[in-house]
């Protein structure tokens, strides 16, 4: 009801109803996440389905109805190991408990009759309504489909849409610094609580977990040993070059040097000629622009560790207070938080940052898998918006930025729009050329990286999706 019917964010109402009731059984809390969540996932085929036996609408049922009828229905549809007669009572059950009893027919006439008739429900014809049959099975607006067939084929559209709907885990960032004794006590404390653990395939301190109920009862959580980060997003940091920390800054290093500051070697640790290459540029200055939560901000801060400092902003005090918390909890030192909205120019800025983060505020595309009420708040509207402020935002941070300085631009989305198009347009019209992402990527992206940018989709690739451009300043 919170969701659907006020507008709550998703992520935010589940994650405060179960610390909320942290004290239940683990068993009622998986059931509640995953009712949740499914209905939210599946409620556009959930719809289509109550439709077909409904006398009355859903759109003009009675708000607490119209929610148990959907919460009810994705169990019918979709969950196994509930009876359909269980379901079907409890409906009834609750819809009197909440003085709709005279409704209680209603419910449980149109309940049954979808259960009765699952297992062959009639689906918009594929041939001749191929998008509105997509949206149904897939529970995706068409504007949307429409939007990444154009942009990216059919083929990849049918991938992203299949793996949108997959469960993904829980993926963290450790700190690079903890020692392999250290990892692996980590490791071993996390499989005594019960949590499935494995390295992510990309980067050599990124990890999946499976089995989380409480992020912050993991083991290593209050120590601040982990920041809770998609892999995509550490690619981003990634990007910046920090760890080849002069040649960011245009700091020139000797023949062939260049890929190999900028590569952690397997232990992820620095190569000696990045570290010297970074004693001459002196202190190193990133300007992460729109920072909250806070997980790129740290991840570029513990990678300068003594060499520089990170300015961490963002556009609220409550956002400020999201990345203070991040800080202190990882025990990170040289980030400097503040309240500032980047449309706005800072003159004292003005060519002083080695490198620029530009994560900026977009439809959110990529994360639908764990956001799952994004596609039905986006319109064509919002997003062209989206575009207009990543622009003026982009404006004015590109001249925080040191000649011979770097630029990165990023999202969380899948839309041309908002990513390719945007990052063209701006090499097109401030004094910066695109720069191959390839040195700073993992061994399975960097042909992707070439040309400065890089499209990442859920079921092609390991992540959220994600975009990521790399931007040089001339002179």
Known sequence: MEILEKGSYSHLVIRDVLDKYNYSDSRDKAFVKRVTEGTLERLIQIDYCLNRFSSVPVPKMKPLIRTLMRMSAYQLLFMDKIPDSAVCNEAVKLAGKRGFRGLSGFVNGVLRTLARNKKGLPYPDREKEPVKYLSVKYSMPEFLIGLWTEGYGEEKTHILLEALLKESPLRLRLKE???????????????????????????????????????????????????????????AAEAAGISGAGAAAGDE????????????????????????????????????????????????????????KVISRDVSEYKAALLRDNIE?????????????????????????????????????????????????????????????????LDVVWRYVKPGGVLVYSTCTINPDENEKTARWFAENYPFAPESLSPYLPAELKKEGEEGMLQLFPGLHETDGFFIARMRRKG
């Open 253 to 308: 290093l000797p023949a062939g040097a260049a890929e190999a500051a900028t590569e952690p070697d397997k232990r992820g640790e620095l190569p000696e000629r990045a570290e010297k290459a970074a004693e001459r540029a002196g202190e190193f200055l990133v300007v992460d622009v729109c920072a909250a939560p806070g997980g790129k901000s740290t991840h570029l801060a513990e990678k300068l560790g003594n060499r520089g």
């Open 177 to 235: 610094s903890l020692s392999d004794r250290e990892r692996q006590e980590w490791e071993l404390a996390l499989a005594d609580a019960g949590v499935s653990v494995k390295r992510h395939p990309y980067l050599s301190y990124a990890y999946e977990l499976w089995n989380v109920e409480n992020v912050k009862s993991l083991p290593g959580y209050r120590e601040g040993f982990f920041v809770v980060q998609d892999v995509s997003s550490m690619l």
């Open 329 to 393: 909890r990882t025990g990170l030192t040289n980030v400097e938080v503040q309240v500032h909205d980047a449309c706005i120019l800072d003159e004292s800025l003005t060519e002083k940052a080695d490198v620029v983060l530009a994560d900026l505020p977009c439809s959110g595309l990529g994360v639908i898998g764990k956001k799952r009420d994004i596609k039905y708040r986006i319109t064509k509207e919002a997003v062209s918006e989206l575009v207009k402020l990543q622009r003026q935002i």
